[in-house]
Structures are given as C-alpha cells and as structure tokens.
C-alpha cells in the first residue's frame, strides 16, 4: 500500500520496460480488482467479528501492488493509466484501511496522520516534479525499506488492536515495525526533497 507513493515519484527505468497506452493490460486489470475489492475490506474491517477476515483481505490486496507491478515489468506492458491507476488505489485503500482503524480506535489518530502527512508532502514533489520538469524522482532503495516495515507494521499493530489471537506480540513486534518504517519514511521524504530541488536546479535537458 505505502510503496504507491514512492512509484509515483520514481522514475520508470528499467531497461526493456516500454509504455502503452493501451487500457485493457493484465497490470491494469489487477488495479481495476484492487480497486473494486476496497469497500470488501471496509465492511470486513467495520464489522463484528469479521476484523481478522478483513485484515487477511487486506493483506491479499496489498499484496497485488506487486503483483500488477511485476507482471507489467514482465509483460513489457506498463501503460500511462496504469501509472495515474495504480498509485490513486493503493492511496484510495490506505486512505480507507487508516480511517476504519481509527474509528475502530485500534490505530492512532497521530500515527495515521504521519503516514498520511508525508504521502502528502510525496505527491506534491512527484506532481511539482512531473509539471515543471516532465520527470519523475527515482525511488531510493531506503524508500523501499520504509515501505516494507510499514507493510508488516500497520497491518500487525490493527491485528493486536482489534484483539485477535496473539494481539501482545503482534503489538509489539507491529510498533517495532512502525516506528523504524516511519523514521526511514521521512528520511528518504527529506532526501526526495532534495532530489527535487537538485533537479529544479539543474539545466532542462
């Protein structure tokens, strides 16, 4: 869910990867069904005794942020929907995964307005980058090591919140994950910041 923001910034260059604009790819589809799939989860994670349901769906849609991004790498068919698609569904489902744990109050309101803060600060590089300069800012490997400790942590801090077998541990080890995945989160916002401005400063090619 986390890693769409730093795709939004990233710049697509890996070597053999073409752009289509076609609709109907295998990559897009995927995104299509996470999207479609996002109310599922707001009921499950809204609901009484169908928390745990909802975490696994929501781990499972998690999950496919991957999978589309993997399979347009392979099939050579990362498409400019798919670009502007992707990020919006996972920030869509982020968006209401965090409102439902804080309702629930099984998640802070602040550590939720961290997350949210700082993809918010990340957009507006990506879009300032994108309309000034028509480029992108390439995604740091640290980004990457934010991403996944955030993807482990949320969803495991939600499981101990909601009470569910082993909640003690999945607290803590959730919260461990949190807040390293939360510090690189704004190490590596800081140094796509920087980014930004070298790029601003730099001669248009």
Same mark, same amino acid.
């Given at each position: 869910?986390?890693?769409?923001?730093?795709?939004?910034?990233?710049?697509?260059?890996?070597?053999?990867?073409?752009?289509?604009?076609?609709? +109907?790819?295998?990559?897009?589809?995927?995104?299509?069904?996470?999207?479609?799939?996002?109310?599922?989860?707001?009921?499950?994670?809204?609901?009484?005794?169908?928390?745990?349901?909802?975490?696994?769906?929501?781990?499972?849609?998690?999950?496919?942020?991957? +999978? %589309?991004?993997?399979?347009?790498?392979?099939?050579?068919?990362?498409?400019?929907?798919?670009?502007?698609? %992707? #990020?919006?569904?996972?920030?869509?489902?982020?968006?209401?995964?965090?409102?439902?744990?804080?309702?629930?109050?099984?998640? #802070?309101?602040?550590?939720?307005?961290?997350?949210?803060?700082?993809?918010?600060?990340?957009?507006?590089?990506?879009?300032?980058?994108?309309?000034?300069?028509?480029?992108?800012?390439?995604?740091?490997?640290?980004?990457?090591?934010?991403?996944?400790?955030?993807?482990?942590?949320?969803?495991?801090?939600?499981?101990?919140?909601?009470?569910? #077998?082993?909640?003690?541990?999945?607290?803590?080890?959730?919260?461990?994950?949190?807040?390293?995945?939360?510090?690189?989160?704004?190490?590596?916002?800081?140094?796509?910041?920087?980014? +930004?401005?070298?790029?601003?400063?730099? #001669?248009?090619?």
């Amino acid at each position: 869910m986390f890693e769409s923001i730093d795709k939004l910034v990233s710049a697509s260059k890996g070597e053999g990867i073409t752009r289509t604009n076609r609709i +109907l790819t295998w990559p897009n589809a995927i995104t299509i069904s996470r999207l479609l799939l996002i109310p599922a989860v707001v009921v499950l994670l809204s609901g009484d005794g169908t928390e745990g349901w909802g975490l696994a769906l929501l781990v499972v849609v998690m999950a496919s942020d991957w +999978l %589309d991004g993997f399979v347009a790498r392979k099939t050579h068919s990362v498409s400019e929907l798919g670009r502007i698609l %992707d #990020p919006l569904s996972d920030r869509i489902l982020i968006g209401a995964a965090l409102i439902v744990f804080v309702v629930q109050d099984v998640f #802070p309101l602040w550590s939720a307005a961290l997350i949210i803060g700082r993809d918010l600060v990340l957009l507006i590089v990506g879009a300032i980058a994108l309309s000034l300069r028509g480029q992108t800012i390439e995604v740091r490997w640290l980004g990457k090591v934010a991403t996944f400790d955030l993807m482990v942590g949320v969803p495991l801090v939600a499981w101990g919140g909601f009470g569910l #077998p082993l909640a003690a541990a999945t607290l803590a080890i959730g919260w461990t994950c949190f807040a390293m995945g939360a510090t690189l989160y704004y190490v590596t916002a800081v140094q796509y910041i920087r980014d +930004l401005s070298t790029m601003l400063g730099s #001669p248009r090619n």
